[in-house]
């Protein structure tokens, strides 16, 4: 049974403008400039660069118009990655309890270490203090008795801080803050509530639940009014995987041909497809994402017989639901993002196993993925590319985005 916790010993950690702060970090001179990673689309910007406006996805023309001095730096995924990597395992130090959440976010409980670690709010300034002499990046730590608290108390705390929310001064905290910092409130969500004058997270708390579904749904609403509580029994969570593993890239505003979108869909599926065998992982079901000009989405999925690895066979029924969709993507005037997943994953590493397909040998589409796997993993991700992508200018000037 689930005994809900009394001490604030769950801490949120969240690194601050992440890539934009790996730009810093390898290039002094721009420190304390306003630096954006990215090209195209903002994929991260620094805090000089947000006191102009300029925000995340939003595009390099309209942060240039905010900020004129901007500086763009072309994104370093493989710099992002490792210095990822280093900061997990600065985590993984501080407590065997890591529920990553992104790249560059995860829970902790360090409820069981005082007696050798010392109070919660002393380990998370100890890893803000690791983080930043051993991987020379900011990072802000909220402190709290829930998940959800404690990443609210690390946004708050931003840049660059450490935040305790009290457990005897939770609601006191959490019932002035905007609607928009509970889960699941975004955009839409927030101006439907305050069309109806609720502005804060103490106005949604104070609402009738039915009131609150007839506004946002029922699901929605039982989640906001429990959180608007501070009611959130989750723990954090060790070694759960991710049901899905997909990556997107914004297009920018310019109309793409059909051509132009198949090469950006195969490099797609070839970056997911070699995540997926480095992982151990097979999949069956493949996802495309789609943001049109006018700024509505739509999602169109597929599936497989069997779970598959292979990047052929994921990028033929990719290209298979490009088709059905591309009366759809021509009718609205074109896409400015293009994402791609795939999902009903399977762990190769369990012993499960994959049915081959007729007729039953390797075929030169395994050995070809085998072959670019290890040339990537000996010299690197940029050193060998597929033939069918050289030379385009599909994706020029706008990079890939996060997961």
């Given amino acids: 049974m689930f005994v809900e916790p009394r001490d604030a010993s769950i801490l949120h950690a969240d690194l601050d403008s992440f890539y934009a702060s790996v730009e810093q970090r390898d290039d002094p001179s721009l420190r304390g400039k306003p630096v954006v990673a990215g090209g195209g689309v903002v994929l991260a910007a620094s805090y000089e660069a ?16 905010l900020c004129p001095d901007l500086i763009v730096m072309p994104a370093r995924f493989d710099a992002y990655s490792q210095a990822s990597k280093d900061v997990f395992a600065i985590f993984h130090d501080t407590t065997p309890l890591v529920e990553g959440i992104s790249i560059d976010e995860a829970f902790l409980d360090v409820a069981g270490l005082r007696q050798i670690s010392g109070t919660p709010v002393e380990i998370a300034a100890k890893l803000r203090e690791d983080v930043r002499d051993l991987v020379g990046l900011p990072i802000t730590v909220g402190v709290a008795r829930t998940k959800f608290l404690a990443k609210v108390a690390s946004g708050v705390g931003k840049p660059d801080g450490l935040l305790l929310v009290d457990p005897d001064r939770e609601l006191q905290f959490l019932h002035p803050l905007p609607v928009d910092k509970l889960w699941g409130v975004g955009a839409i ?18 609402m009738d639940p039915a009131v609150l579904t007839s506004i946002v749904g029922t699901a929605s609403g039982r989640q906001l009014h429990a959180l608007a509580h501070n009611v959130d029994a989750r723990r954090v969570e060790t070694g759960k995987r991710r049901g899905s593993i997909g990556s997107q890239q914004a297009l920018g505003r310019r109309r793409r041909t059909r051509e132009e979108i198949e090469v950006i869909l195969l490099r797609l599926v070839d970056r997911v497809t070699r995540r997926m065998r480095r992982a151990d992982r097979a999949g069956r079901t493949v996802t495309l994402r789609f943001r049109f000009q006018d700024f509505t989405r739509a999602t169109r999925a597929s599936s497989l017989p069997q779970p598959t ?85 599909a994706d020029a000037g706008v990079p890939m985005l996060p997961d």
């Fill in 50 to 65: 947000k006191r102009f406006g300029v925000r995340t996805a939003m595009p390099e023309y309209a942060a240039r118009r």
């Fill in 189 to 206: 969500t927030a101006a439907k509530l305050e069309e109806r004058g609720i502005h804060t997270v103490g106005e949604v708390a104070a």
């Fill in 309 to 393: 690895s292979a990047t052929a066979a994921l990028l033929a029924t990719a290209r298979a639901v490009l088709d059905q969709s591309w009366e759809m993507i021509d009718e609205r005037g074109g896409l400015t993002l293009i994402g791609l997943s795939i999902g009903n994953l399977v762990n190769l590493g369990d012993g499960v196993g994959i049915q081959m397909a007729l007729p039953f040998d390797r075929s030169d589409s395994d050995v070809l993925d085998a072959a670019f796997d290890a040339v990537r993993d000996r010299f690197g991700a940029a050193s060998l590319t597929r033939a069918a992508t050289v030379g385009s200018d």
